[in-house]
């Protein structure tokens, strides 16, 4: 099973609509990041959360440590926010460093 | 805003070829990552690097795989003798900490 799942594989969605993409984890984390990864594959990390709620512009995100799961969330979706959107966690070794461990990502698709 | 930054963009070697992906990271940063994701998948980590040596690999970088940072600025990732499944997306990826890492824009490995 993946330590980190995300749901919906595949979204659709109209311009202007608002848009929600999840993700559940089953590990211990210390935080959790969401990216965006373009058609080009290069990857930019949008959010790193450990608690709470973090807001950029349009975009906002949302996580539930108690219930491991995250969301983000896109208002007023644009054909551009269309790209592979990609949730991380980052394991709690106790540690100060640790590798991520990838969901499959979110394929949206915005239409004019 | 500081970059990770990686060369070359695109990298074409033959089956059994050794191959070099740089990459300079972010210069105060102290930790220092490879990913990879092969056409499809999810991305996977490779193996973090801190105080000049490995802190953490994982099951894919075996001993065709090493790291080094030869100087204050580069971070590079040899594979010794490439395979056609070696073929995919290489990330470099720099933190001040473990948390809250920078990824570069990926070098595409095509090993023929």
């Known amino acids: 099973k993946n330590e980190v799942e995300q749901s919906p594989q595949n979204l659709t969605a109209q311009e202007g609509e608002f848009i929600t993409i999840n993700c559940s984890y089953s590990v211990g984390i210390s935080a959790l990041h969401w990216l965006q990864q373009h058609p080009g594959g290069g990857i930019v990390s949008l959010f790193m959360?450990?608690?709470g709620k973090k807001k950029h512009g349009r975009l906002i995100a949302t996580i539930n440590i108690q219930e491991k799961h995250s969301s983000l969330h896109i208002t007023a979706s644009h054909p551009r926010d269309s790209a592979v959107y990609i949730c991380?966690?980052?394991?709690?070794?106790?540690?100060?460093?640790?590798?991520?461990?990838f969901g499959k990502g979110t394929k949206l698709s915005v239409k004019p | 805003e500081p970059e990770v930054t990686q060369t070359p963009s695109h990298q074409v070697t033959q089956m059994g070829q050794e191959v070099i992906l740089r990459c300079v990271p972010i210069?105060?940063?102290?930790?220092f990552y490879w990913y990879r994701q092969i056409l499809g998948q999810k991305v996977e980590f490779l193996v973090s690097?801190?105080?000049?040596?490995?802190?953490?690999k994982s099951e894919i970088f075996d001993d065709q795989f090493s790291v080094e940072r030869p100087d204050g600025s580069n971070f590079t990732l040899k594979i010794r003798s490439t395979k056609l499944e070696d073929s995919a997306m290489y990330f470099c990826?720099?933190?001040?900490?473990?948390?809250?890492?920078?990824f570069g824009p990926g070098t595409r490995l095509t090993v023929t």
């Open positions: 991380a966690v980052k394991k709690n070794y106790g540690g100060s460093q640790g590798n991520l461990i």
């Open positions: 210069s105060n940063h102290l930790y």
């Open positions: 690097f801190y105080n000049n040596e490995i802190s953490e």
């Open positions: 990826a720099s933190s001040v900490r473990g948390p809250g890492q920078y």
């Open positions: 959360l450990s608690s």
